[in-house]
Antibody, heavy 125, light 107 residues
Framework: QVQLVQSGGEVKKPGASVKVSCKAS????????ISWVRQAPGQGLELMGW????????NYAQNLQGRVTMTTDTSTTTAYMELRGLRSDDTAVYYC??????????????????WGQGTTVTVSS | DIQMTQSPSTLSASVGDRVTITCRAS??????LAWYQQKPGKAPKLLIY???TLESGVPSRFSGSGYGTEFTLTISSLQPDDFATYYC?????????FGQGTKLEIK
């Protein structure tokens, strides 16, 4: 079945970097984009951006520009999100999610249909 | 950025009730809106996209409607599994923003 499996939780100190992985299976990885969404404790959802597994193109949220990098490795069907210069307000659950529609239907964003289980990132001194 | 405002923030209802959640956008979205359901400790689940297209596998008691700046998610007959938090998301203009969420509670 189609699934995304994320790496385990992380505890980081302020100023450090974190890299979260998202292993895809059950579908043609290069056909879809992968987005990253985070949710601070007790808060709503924030789309951080997404990366096309088809051509590597990225779109990042403006408030994260310069601190975030999203990549894909088609040989291992894995997506990665690296966040640098961590601050306490980066403490959140980080989700990867598949973007629909697939690339062969155009460069569109209709929503996110398959989600990873989430990775908790805690930033604390 | 486009602001998305959901109402109500909290909704108390009973099994079998018909409920409606509203999402208003600060500017026109055409049909570019999705709805998600999230349960505590779980990832969100896509319910509706393009304002009214039901995602595969989602029960038909869920429906979406609207155009422009006002959209609704309707659950025709609440089931025990439906008590959760619901979010709308616009994808008309980047950055693609979410509403603040509507928590659907058991009355």
């Amino acid at each position: 079945q189609v699934q995304l499996v994320q790496s385990g939780g992380e505890v980081k100190k302020p100023g450090a970097s974190v890299k979260v992985s998202c292993k895809a299976s059950g579908y043609t990885f290069a056909t879809y984009g992968i987005s990253w969404v985070r949710q601070a404790p007790g808060q709503g959802l924030e789309l951080m951006g997404w990366v096309s597994a088809y051509n590597g193109n990225t779109n990042y949220a403006q408030n994260l520009q310069g601190r975030v990098t999203m990549t894909t490795d088609t040989s291992t069907t894995t997506a990665y999100m690296e966040l640098r210069g961590l601050r306490s307000d980066d403490t959140a659950v980080y989700y990867c999610a598949r973007v629909i529609p697939p690339a062969d239907q155009g460069n569109y964003f209709y929503g996110m249909d398959v989600w990873g289980q989430g990775t908790t990132v805690t930033v604390s001194s | 950025d486009i602001q998305m405002t959901q109402s109500p923030s909290t909704l108390s209802a009973s099994v079998g009730d018909r409920v409606t959640i509203t999402c208003r956008a600060s500017q026109s979205l055409s049909i570019w809106l999705a709805w998600y359901q999230q349960k505590p400790g779980k990832a969100p689940k896509l319910l509706i996209y393009k304002a009214s297209t039901l995602e595969s596998g989602v029960p038909s008691r869920f429906s979406g409607s609207g155009y422009g700046t006002e959209f609704t998610l309707t659950i025709s007959s609440l089931q025990p599994d439906d008590f959760a938090t619901y979010y709308c998301q616009q994808y008309s203009t980047y950055p693609y923003t979410f509403g603040q969420g509507t928590k659907l509670e058991i009355k």
